[in-house]
């Protein structure tokens, strides 16, 4: 069966440190990686995907098959960043996504 | 574009009552995903529509639970008859199928307090 395990439910860090939010997925299949993020009082959006190996608001994530994992990174955290973050796993076209249980960043000033 | 909405945003109700959820999606998007969210299970997937067709609703969790779109401008998600269990935050999502990378764009939300 298809999961996604996001083994921290809180996260706080100080602001100009380093972040990493652990996603681990299964599924036996190609899968598609993506971090959705929900800041305070707004909709949950798409921050980035694996498959475009692009880094958004400083964000990065890398696709490791080998460990099954799609970890979210970014070098100097800010204020701005503390959110909430949800790891999924895209299959059926993508068009079924399954989310983790999302992990809450708190930057500290 | 106002992005998807969803009616009402709060809605607070009494077991056994029937509740109806609604959701306009994105003008143009042909794929629509009901999700529920709650503390103990997280963001789960309800159903989707493409093309107003149900293709999966294997997250629908009993049949007190029905899902319809009538239209391509149109959703509901309906609860009959509610129970406590099923408080919790429902969201309706939208994409164009086909598009890169199939983006789901999330509406604001239903908060549903069954008493």
């Known amino acids: 069966a298809q999961r996604v395990t996001q083994p921290e439910k809180l996260l706080s860090v100080f602001k100009g440190a380093p972040v990493e939010l652990k996603c681990n997925y299964s599924y036996s299949g190609s899968p598609e990686l993506f971090w959705y993020v929900q800041y305070s009082r707004q909709r949950l959006q798409l921050l980035l995907r694996h498959i475009s190996r692009e880094s958004i608001k400083g964000f990065t994530a890398d696709l490791n098959k080998g460990e099954t994992s799609f970890h979210l990174k970014k070098p100097f955290a800010q204020e701005e960043d503390s959110a909430m973050y949800y790891c999924?796993?895209?299959?059926?076209?993508?068009?079924?996504?399954?989310f983790g249980q999302g992990t809450r960043l708190t930057i500290n000033p | 574009d106002a992005g998807v909405i969803q009616s009402p945003r709060h809605e607070v109700t009494e077991m056994g009552q029937e509740v109806t959820l609604r959701c306009k999606p994105i003008?143009?998007?042909?794929?629509l995903f009901w999700y529920r969210q709650t503390m103990m299970r997280g963001l789960e997937l309800l159903i989707y529509?493409?093309?107003?067709?149900?293709?999966?609703d294997s997250g629908m969790p009993e049949d007190r639970f029905s899902a319809k779109m009538p239209n391509a401008s149109f959703s509901t998600l309906k609860i009959q008859p509610s129970e406590p269990r099923d408080s919790a935050v429902y969201f309706c999502?939208?994409?164009?199928?086909?598009?890169?990378?199939?983006?789901?764009?999330f509406g604001p939300g239903t908060r549903l307090t069954v008493l």
């Open positions: 999924a796993l895209g299959f059926q076209g993508a068009q079924k996504l399954v």
């Open positions: 999502a939208s994409s164009l199928a086909g598009s890169s990378y199939n983006e789901q764009f």
């Open positions: 003008s143009g998007h042909n794929s």
């Open positions: 529509f493409n093309n107003n067709v149900p293709i999966d």
